[in-house]
């Protein structure tokens, strides 16, 4: 059974970071593309981050340069660098496997603001 649960969320000011952690159980990790998604107040649920199986990245153009995303095999963590943060950053985090369907974890806010 898949199961991702992400923590490492909260209140924070503008220009401060916050680091994100998904921890995933019920795939093989080390095979698996791992994916940050968003859905901030009555918007559509959008995507941030990717990494695969060997490490290679890709970022939405809104979080390029100010968030990084990495992974711990040995541990079957994925993370969420967030660095500078802005107040349109304001969302409901998810961490998301695909596999024959989407996996999603509980979400964790993240809410910034002075």
């Known amino acids: 059974q898949v199961q991702l649960v992400e923590s490492g969320g909260g209140l924070v000011q503008p220009g401060e970071s916050l680091r994100l952690s998904c921890a995933a159980s019920?795939?093989?990790?080390?095979?698996?593309?791992m994916h940050w998604f968003r859905q901030a107040p009555g918007k559509q649920r959008e995507f941030v981050a990717t990494?695969?199986?060997?490490?290679?990245?890709a970022y939405a153009d809104s979080v390029k340069g100010r968030f990084t995303i990495s992974r711990d095999n040995s541990a079957k963590m994925v993370y969420l660098q967030m660095d500078s943060l802005k107040p349109e950053d304001t969302a409901v985090y998810y961490c998301?496997?695909?596999?024959?369907?989407?996996?999603w974890g509980q979400g964790t806010q993240v809410t910034v603001s002075s």
């Open positions: 998301n496997f695909r596999d024959s369907r989407d996996f």
């Open positions: 019920g795939i093989i990790f080390r095979l698996a593309t």
């Open positions: 990494i695969n199986s060997v490490r290679s990245t």
